[in-house]
C-alpha cells in the first residue's frame, strides 16, 4: 500500500495550439489512459488530481477527484509544477504538443494561391522541466515520475532514449500502430521500463486493467526504496 500517503497527478489527453481563432495544432489522444489511471489511482491514493487537455465533457462527468482542464501545453505545464508537492507521483500520459506556431493569427488565415507556411516553435519539454525543479526542490525529492512513450517505429529504443532523457523512474511504452492500443481504443498494449531496463510486458488489456497493472508496478517500486 505504498500509495495510500501519496498525491497522484496524472495527466490526460492533447493540448493544442492555435494558428488562428479556428485552426490549431493538436492530437488523437482521446484522454481514455488517463482517465483510466485517475480513476485507480482515487482507490488507492490519499489525493488524485487529473490534469487534462480537451477531451469529451462525458468521460470526466462527475468524477470524485478533482480535475484540472488546460489546452496548451505551456498550461499543462504550469497546472503540473503547480500541483507538485512533497510525497507526489506524477503519471504523465497525456499527449502535449511538441511545437506551436511561432506567430498566431489575430483573424482567420485566408485561403489564397500556392503554399501556406507555417513557422513552428518548441513548446516546453514538460518532463524535463519536471526533473529539473526536482532536483533544485528538496520539497519534491522523492517524487516518483512515469511517463508515456506512444511510438510508431523503433520503440523500445525511442523509449529507452525518453526515460534516460528525461531522468524518468519508469515509461510505459505502446506502439499506437498495433491494432487495440490506438489512442481512442478502449484498449492498450503496454511494456513498461525501468531504470535498471528492466521490463515488465502487459498483453492486451482495457485501459482500466491496465492502468491497475501500471500502479502495481509504481507501488512495487515505492516499496523498493525502503
Known amino acids: 500500500m505504498a500509495l495510500k500517503n501519496k498525491k497522484i497527478i496524472v495527466t490526460g489527453g492533447p493540448t493544442r495550439e492555435w494558428l488562428d481563432p479556428v485552426r490549431y495544432i493538436s492530437n488523437a489522444s482521446s484522454g481514455k489512459m488517463g482517465i483510466a489511471l485517475a480513476d485507480a489511482s482515487f482507490r488507492r491514493a490519499k489525493e488524485t ?5 480537451p477531451v469529451d465533457r462525458g468521460l470526466i462527468a462527475d468524477k470524485p477527484y478533482k480535475l484540472i482542464s488546460v489546452e496548451t501545453t505551456e498550461g499543462l505545464l504550469s497546472a503540473v509544477l503547480s ?3 512533497p510525497d507526489s507521483v506524477l503519471i504523465m500520459a497525456a ?7 511561432l506567430e498566431k493569427s489575430a483573424v482567420k488565415i485566408k485561403k489564397t494561391d500556392g503554399n501556406l507556411v507555417i513557422r513552428l516553435t518548441e513548446n516546453p519539454d514538460i518532463l524535463k522541466t519536471v526533473a529539473i525543479a526536482k532536483e533544485n526542490n528538496s520539497s519534491l525529492s522523492d517524487l516518483f515520475i512515469a511517463g508515456f512513450a506512444a511510438e510508431t517505429d523503433n520503440t523500445e529504443h525511442n523509449a529507452l532514449k525518453k526515460l534516460r532523457a ?3 523512474d519508469m515509461i510505459c511504452l505502446n506502439d499506437v500502430t498495433r491494432e487495440g492500443a490506438g489512442f481512442s481504443s478502449d484498449s492498450n498494449i503496454i511494456t513498461i521500463f525501468f531504470r535498471d531496463r ?8 482495457s485501459k482500466a486493467d491496465a492502468s491497475e497493472q501500471i500502479l502495481n508496478c509504481i507501488e512495487k517500486e515505492l516499496q523498493s526504496r525502503g
Open 198 to 205: 528492466s521490463k515488465v510486458e502487459l498483453p492486451i488489456m
Open 95 to 101: 499527449a502535449p504538443a511538441d511545437y506551436k506556431p
Open 166 to 168: 528525461k531522468n524518468l
Open 49 to 53: 488530481i487529473f490534469i487534462h487537455g
Open 83 to 85: 500541483s507538485l508537492g
